[in-house]
């Protein structure tokens, strides 16, 4: 049974930084990609970025690109987006997800398996 579990949210001040992580167990973590996807009050999840199975290819929404930074440590089987520059609009939960393959984008469909979410607020 895959089981993934994510930590490092909670509050923050606008410009300030967080880095979340996500531990995964039950599947060959190595062999596919990975994502976090967020989830705002009142609003549909949506996708914020996905690395391959071996780091080597990473995608960014827009409105994360050049703040956040997906990683991945396959030793570890875990996941970690490192979040700098936030703003109130990243308030959210966030989730952690496994691919069906490899490479994966930005569609929910194209992952198998989610985590529980951890929230993370961005407020003065």
């Known amino acids: 049974q895959v089981q993934l579990v994510e930590s490092g949210g909670g509050l923050v001040q606008p410009g300030g930084s967080l880095r979340l992580s996500c531990a995964a167990s039950?599947?060959?973590?190595?062999?596919?990609?990975m994502a976090w996807f967020r989830q705002a009050p009142g609003k549909g999840r949506e996708f914020v970025t996905t690395?391959?199975?071996?780091?080597?290819?990473?995608y960014y929404a827009d409105s994360v690109k050049g703040r956040f930074t997906i990683s991945r440590d396959n030793a570890k089987n875990t996941v970690y987006l490192k979040m700098n520059s936030l703003k109130p609009e990243d308030t959210a939960t966030y989730y952690c997800a496994v691919g069906n393959t490899a490479v994966a984008g930005t569609g929910e469909y194209e992952y198998a398996y989610w985590g529980q979410g951890t929230q993370v607020t961005v407020s003065s």
């Open positions: 690395v391959s199975a071996t780091g080597g290819r990473t």
């Open positions: 039950g599947r060959t973590f190595s062999r596919y990609a």
